[in-house]
């Protein structure tokens, strides 16, 4: 039987007509010289350099995005939000917990080494190695069983039971090849990738830039542009001043004071898109203070999450009380919590803590826009009921480790979700059978279950609304908003941004 599972819909897709026009001189200073040609090049400047190049060890949003100009899926999303054909033409279910791909023939690495099942398998099968395990194994986990070759150009997936959001995850696991990572190893495959999307990589200068160019023999034909190439300036002014100078062509996570300046330099423009990334400042549940639920409402009403976004986030942003960003398949509109101090100060003391508490918090600095910012008007806000917060403040990479060791009792972070499903989100905060944590609710747990198991769409909606409810009322975190993603562009690009917060570089074109 064969199933329609295409969650949501997203943007429009940017025009893909091929321009001859050449880089303009700033720009081509910019960018490395490979080859006589220099061609349109567009560069895009965002906050960090990946760690590496192979899917299976870096996973930060950042760097998916990079990859996946190199690689393909199985599967992918186009700019539309349709869930669409990738390596593999199609697929059905014989069987509720196994699926079949019939994959797509004639298809080469950049190398020239032939696409077939075996590089799917591999791809796959190194997810799991237990010497190794891949941090991408947390996307995999409770969906994807193995994956076993049927003939040279047919796949099986085997579920530990029905998965409705399978199809999608598998958008996560790009497709490597197998005979030139055994041959070069794991260390030169990571540094010089090899893939078959629409860029080739070319060389990559480490906290300067990587260089990609277009593959000419692309499946589904070649890109509009000639050359990709990223830059890693953490800096926000550095980064607008780069775009500004005519350095680079595209800049992340614009903050809102900047949108006024580009918008009135007629060199630049604006690109905005609803992300699928949502804040939340996350609770211990099981631990007191916030073990009870008077506790975790109480702060939900303390603080002023519209006053977050409109004067931290210039009015970029939307509140949610929903554990799913409402650009997510399967989102449902809550209740919010009203703003109300006095209701905040009964609530503490009808739990006991009448003269508030000291509590300290995680949080990132630079990893998302206004982070830091956020985190000191938040412990404003519950200072004004007696909550008193130590801000505990480390880089992205010590604060992930100390977040997966809930060595804290609070914490400010933003849920991405490539998948573009509610069930994702469920699945990074909701404590139970996978990898949630600080939430646990065997009610919740059971309904998680039960939506993995529908493939009826307009079944499993319901069954997701019913999970949000729950979660509302439980308050396990102090909901704030979802993101609103601001890019600066120059004027001759011709790209809609994605909600999924992938600067996929096929669908840009430019005009000079």
Not at 42 to 67: C, H
Not at 312 to 328: D, E, Y
Not at 472 to 501: H, K, M, N, S
Request: proline share 6%; net charge negative.
């Amino acid at each position: 039987m064969k199933r329609d599972l295409q969650p949501c819909q997203f943007g429009r897709r940017a025009s893909a007509a091929r321009l001859a026009s050449t880089a303009g001189a700033a720009l081509i200073a910019a960018a490395v010289s490979v080859g006589s040609a220099q061609g349109q090049t567009v560069t895009l400047a965002q906050g960090v350099d990946p760690e590496s190049l192979d899917p299976a060890l870096d996973t930060l949003i950042t760097s998916v995005g990079v990859m996946m100009n190199i690689y393909d899926s199985l599967v992918w999303r186009d700019a539309d939000g349709n869930i669409v054909p990738g390596l593999a033409e199609s697929w059905e279910f014989p069987e509720p917990d196994r699926m079949e791909l019939t994959l797509r023939q004639g298809v080469t690495f950049h190398n020239g080494e032939p696409f077939n099942a075996d590089d799917v398998v591999f791809s796959y099968q190194r997810l799991f190695d237990e010497d190794n395990p891949s941090p991408l194994l947390t996307s995999l986990r409770g969906f994807v069983d193995s994956v076993e070759k049927v003939d040279d150009y047919t796949v099986a997936v085997n579920m530990p039971g029905p998965r409705a959001t399978v199809v999608p995850t598998l958008i996560r696991v790009p497709i490597l090849p197998e005979e030139t990572f055994a041959e070069i190893g794991p260390d030169a495959f990571g540094s010089a990738p090899v893939g078959t999307g629409p860029f080739e990589f070319v060389r990559w200068d480490k906290n300067q830039q990587i260089v990609l160019e277009r593959n000419e023999d692309y499946w589904r034909g070649p890109a509009a542009i000639e050359r990709f190439v990223v830059r890693p300036i953490p800096e926000d002014f550095s980064r607008f001043a780069s775009l500004r100078n005519g350095e680079v062509d595209i800049i992340a996570n614009v903050t809102a004071e900047r949108v006024e300046e580009i918008k009135g330099d007629p060199g630049l423009k604006i690109g905005t898109v609803p992300s699928v990334r949502n804040m939340f400042v996350g609770m211990q549940t099981a631990e007191p203070p916030f073990d009870d639920v008077r506790v975790r409402r109480a702060l939900n009403h303390a603080v002023d999450k519209q006053a977050l976004i409109d004067v931290i986030m210039g009015g970029f942003g939307r509140q949610n009380a929903s554990v799913c960003t409402q650009t997510l398949f399967g989102a449902a509109e809550m209740p919010l919590f009203d703003y109300d101090v006095d209701k905040a100060r009964t609530l503490l003391s009808e739990a006991g803590y009448e003269d508030g508490f000291e509590i300290e918090m995680l949080g990132p600095v630079g990893r998302y826009t206004k982070d830091k910012e956020l985190q000191e008007a938040i412990a404003g806000m519950l200072s004004e009921v007696g909550v008193r917060v130590t801000h505990v403040q480390p880089e992205w990479a010590e604060f992930i480790r100390l977040w997966v060791a809930e060595e804290y009792p609070m914490h400010l972070i933003g849920t991405g979700n490539q998948v573009v499903d509610c069930d994702q989100h469920l699945g990074y905060r909701i404590h139970g059978p996978r990898y949630g944590r600080y939430y646990q609710s065997d009610e919740v747990d059971a309904l998680v279950e039960e939506q993995l198991r529908e493939y009826d769409t307009e079944k499993r909606k319901q069954i997701l609304a019913d999970i949000q409810r729950e979660v509302r009322e439980d308050a396990p975190w102090i909901f704030l908003f979802d993101l609103v993603d601001i890019y600066g562009l120059t004027a001759r690009i011709d790209w809609q941004p994605r909600p999924d917060e992938m600067v996929w570089a096929y669908d840009i074109s430019v005009s000079e």
